[in-house]
């Protein structure tokens, strides 16, 4: 009986803990980049990107890249091929908000890409 006690008590102790570092985590955006990778990535997997940059809750300025599965990458803030994946998505994104230009291509190409 008193080992359920304990038990109870580390349990409560343990959620008390959680909820705290939650609160204090809070005032830093969750998703920061910590580093940057430059292994290219194949750009028709990427369906958006938002930039990081440092000093707005960040340390990094970098370019997050987001994948149709909503996998985010943290890619370098303005590596050429970074830009080029940038390019990309501005003119899925432009093709994908006309219906005339989304069915020229392929439906599915359009997939998980926000609007505009
Ligand atoms: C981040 O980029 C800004 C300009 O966009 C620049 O002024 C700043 O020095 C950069 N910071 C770092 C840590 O690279």
Redesign the pocket.
Known sequence: MALFGDAKLVLCLFFAICCYMTVTQAEVPADCCLSVTNAEVIKHAIVDYRRQ???QGC???ATILVTRRQKQLCAP??ERWVEDVVAHVKQLRKCCNKAKCRQANKKKRCLGVKAE
């Open positions: 940059v440092a000093g340390t990094l300025n803030a303005s």
